[in-house]
């Protein structure tokens, strides 16, 4: 049939997305080239690169955003930045693109396949777990963690009534609460130059959110964050969203805005403001700001938090996948 496999570079792939963009599914946002490329150029030591490319009759259909350590190959990425993960190919082409992919790493002398986090929607769970069974090779999923997002509605008030009359009440309470201390508003940037302007105030609030988060935030990760959001801004995507009071940040958001779906990435806020719950309601006015753009999906990533509950979302289940190639 004319199938062929070639292993590319970071480089190339970003150079061809936009050719690539409206054949392959590029879902998650976690595999989309800007993120690959940023990930790797900090944190990619230690691993090979196993970016693997899948023709048929010189058509292109799929990749494979792969890292390889000893003979074990998992996705480009990692549970700390990359909230679920997938192969990038075209709409009913999975069978093709995963007979020549197992072929080709089998060939290579690449074991095991580790897999993490999908989603019970991904490629690997509806179409590579079976094709492997049926190869006879070892097959594993379990539960990893779970995720939560929210279906949007067309206005505001649909929105608050879906949630229960107790979350509804707190919604507004806060809202007005805030609003009786002084002027509030939601900034959103989206230009690279303003975005890469407001990264250091986000950082600031980001780290003085939680001591948890400040650790995390260490020297490399910075670097990441900074270099993820000049790329994924420079392409468009990148949003950042500052709860102001009296023109002052207390909070703040990144989140992606990806085939009208929105996606909340990470948070902070001011603890000086902290009793004022203005964390929680810089997601309350983002929502409230997807609802207005016209958005389908608020997607709040991975994680249980409570608070992602409180504010309507619905649990995702997500797996951890392992495959013996033999």
Sequence with gaps: MGYSFSLDSLEGLVSSWAELSHQLKWEPIFVLPPWLKSWWSVFGSGARLFLGVARQNGTVIGVAPLKIVDDRASFIGDAKVCDYLDFVIRPGKEAEFFNVLLDEMKGRGIARLDLAV????????????????????????????????????????????????????????????????????????????DILAKLDIFIRLFRQSRRDKARFMNAPMRSFFKLLAQAMAQAGLLRLGFLELNSVPVAAVTYIDYNNNRYLYNSGYDPEYGHFSVGLLAKVLCIKDSIEQNKSKFD?????????????????????CKITIK
């Design 118 to 193: 999908l989603r019970p929607d991904s490629t690997v769970l509806g179409s590579l777990a079976g094709l492997a069974r049926e190869r006879h090779y070892p097959v594993s999923c379990r539960l990893k963690d779970v995720s939560l997002e929210l279906d949007l509605p067309q206005t505001w008030q649909e929105y608050l009534a879906v949630l229960t009359s107790k979350q509804r009440h707190e919604v507004r309470r806060k809202l007005r609460r805030l609003e009786e201390v002084g002027t509030v508003s939601f900034c959103v940037y989206q230009d690279s130059q």
């Design 300 to 320: 709040f990533l991975r994680g249980g938090e409570v608070y992602k509950y409180y504010l309507g979302g619905r649990k995702i289940p997500l797996y951890h």
